[in-house]
């Protein structure tokens, strides 16, 4: 199984990006070519959503209680508006410390660039962050909390230390892609190198019952790795040799943070999706005799945050 140590660096001040940054890209479901602005926000904003293409602009707030749809991807909305695949986005403020943005975009899905983080990344490096007057929120797991579909399972469990730990292992049952997992100490560097980089894959036998159901329009080994029964279609391999359960780990980082915080607490899962992670999050909303929110956490030292990030906060 996998075990990640992800080690929340910083004054544990909020933070938001320093100034507005832009990019467009293919949806990897609707195949529409979509442009997206990522903006500041202000303390406590969270990160919000907002349709430009729709009338008013309607703003979709990211958490829990707004995920519509999981199937495939995980898709926010409210009053029939959505915006889809939000993970890999949402994986890559809460891997860099982003608490608060704006994401202002022209259709209903976030791109899906080359199917990692590795390009909203290299968007939030670029604008910097900035560090607002209010202190970040630890959610901090007290009591186990664990959510299970057959063999498939995710849980919380209380953390040793105030750290978020990791463990994560697959098993596809598929000639090419069986059991694997991830093991390695986390910090804001390794996301970026070990995580962030990690693409979203899919197997060649399901492509097209994906495009009969309206979905993977925008697919392609420009964006996804795709896995045949003996191989992979993609001409330049494999990013890492376990590529695939990094990927489900990003997935991870990026559903909990819908929780509005950063978790202190031992995740432990097995074959999840972001069906099950859902679950697992609506299950800690349900519980709140079972964690607390509090707004200081032992600092790793500065000089393990990335070198980039160290001169704006």
């Known amino acids: 199984m996998a075990q990640i140590l992800l080690l929340y660096t910083g004054m544990n001040m909020q933070k938001t990006i320093r100034k507005a940054v832009g990019f467009s890209g293919i949806g990897l479901h609707t195949g529409f070519v979509i442009n997206v602005k990522i903006l500041p926000s202000a303390e406590d904003t969270g990160i919000t959503f907002i349709r430009k293409d729709v009338p008013c602009a309607p703003s979709i707030r990211a958490e829990a209680s707004n995920v519509v749809n999981t199937s495939y991807a995980t898709t926010l909305g409210q009053n029939g508006v959505t915006v889809s695949t939000v993970e890999h986005l949402m994986a890559a403020f809460h891997g860099l410390g982003v608490d608060n943005a704006v994401v202002e975009l022209d259709g209903p899905e976030v791109p899906i660039m080359d199917g990692s983080s590795s390009h909203f990344i290299e968007m939030i490096e670029g604008a910097g962050l900035e560090a607002l007057p209010a202190p970040r929120r630890y959610l901090v797991i007290k009591r186990p909390i664990r959510i299970a579909d057959g063999d498939k399972y995710v849980a919380l469990l209380p953390a040793d230390e105030m750290e978020l730990t990791v463990d994560y292992g697959i098993d596809f049952s598929h000639p090419f892609l069986t059991r694997q997992s991830f093991s390695g ?106 964690w607390e929110l509090t707004d200081f956490v032992t600092a790793a030292p500065a000089a393990q945050m990335a070198p980039e990030l160290m001169a704006t906060v």
């Not at 060649?204 to 279609?233: C, F, Q, W």
């Not at 391999?237 to 990003?250: M, W």
């Open 185 to 290: 100490n986390f910090s804001n560097n390794l996301f970026r190198e070990d995580i962030g980089r990690a693409r979203t894959f899919g197997f060649l036998s399901d492509v097209e019952m994906l495009r009969k159901n309206g979905l993977a329009k925008g697919g392609s080994p420009e964006n996804a790795i795709i896995i045949t029964d003996t191989g992979i279609l993609n001409e330049g391999g494999l990013r890492y040799p376990d590529e695939f359960v990094r990927h489900k780990v990003l997935d991870m980082i990026g559903d909990i943070f819908l929780l509005g915080a950063p978790v202190i607490g031992r995740l432990i899962a097995f074959r999840s999706g972001h069906s099950l992670n859902h679950r697992l999050v609506q299950e800690v909303i349900k519980k709140p005799g079972r």
